[in-house]
């Protein structure tokens, strides 16, 4: 069986004071819970979040990372950085990272096996745009971004680490794929895995994201392949949040 996670991706939301009474509420809402909850703030308020989550059942992840471990990287950090400040996760290959910030397939899997050399649990985040879904790409695309993994860290390095399938179409715009979509996706990347070795492909925790809300989260996580959500806009909102992780519960 795998323990399901609940991923909330702040994105660049946050305020010291917002993010305080957020995390109050999480920290008490997430009390008793089965499944595994993380929160990803941006970098600044990681020290804030490590100091108020210390001892509570929610982790903390980061946004991004560098694929270096020092050096001159003028505005990067570091993988031993984030876990110096009580980071657990890190999402690697976000689909605005990759669009917005122009990361290619080769850098997120630099990103991906640096994290994984720390200690870090990367989230490997992959999607197809709407015009690739349109033309019939979906599983060319998201192949392709697995195999950059695949091939640079190799298989043994998706052993306990998280894949997360969000349909660029879906994330932020309030359009959810439907259980059966995003299942066919789910199980098709645990079919790729598997072809390389079956006990990792079965041991792997599969996320689904893209526009999860409380009304639809326990249809999608009631599907085989899909093992929990990672949540953009509803994770702000602690009810909505604690409703979608108790959806996974
Ligand atoms: C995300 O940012 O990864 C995401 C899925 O966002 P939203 O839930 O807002 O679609």
């Not at 080769?106 to 994984?116: C, E, N, P, Q, Y």
Request: net charge negative.
């Amino acid at each position: 069986m795998r323990r399901k996670l609940v991923a909330g991706n702040w994105k660049m939301h946050g305020s010291l004071s917002l993010n305080e009474q957020l995390l109050r509420e999480l920290v008490l809402g997430v009390q008793g819970l089965e499944c595994d909850v993380a929160v990803f703030p941006p970098f600044p308020f990681l020290a804030q979040a490590q100091v108020l989550l210390d001892g509570a059942a929610l982790c903390l992840g980061a946004q991004t990372v560098s694929q270096h471990s020092f050096g001159a990287f003028t505005g990067e950090v570091s993988p031993g950085m984030l876990k110096e400040f009580g980071c657990r996760y890190v999402l690697v290959g976000h689909s605005e990272r990759r669009t917005l910030f122009a990361e290619s397939d080769d850098l997120v899997a630099a990103k991906f096996l640096a994290s994984r050399e720390s200690g870090l649990i990367p989230v490997l985040c992959v999607g197809e745009t709407l015009l690739e879904r349109e033309a019939g790409l979906t599983g060319v695309v998201v192949e392709r971004q697995l195999l950059a993994v695949l091939d640079k860290a190799g298989v043994a390095a998706l052993g306990g680490a998280v894949v997360a399938y969000e349909p660029v179409w879906a994330i932020g715009t309030g359009v959810t794929a439907t259980p059966l979509q995003a299942q066919e996706v789910h199980a098709a990347i645990r079919g790729l895995v598997a072809s390389y070795d079956a006990p990792i492909a079965d041991g792997l925790r599969i996320l689904y994201g893209g526009s999860v809300k409380p009304g639809n989260a326990l249809e999608l996580f009631g599907q085989p392949d899909i093992d929990g959500g990672l949540i953009g806009a509803a994770s702000l909102i602690a009810k909505d949040f604690l409703a979608i992780c108790r959806a996974a519960n």
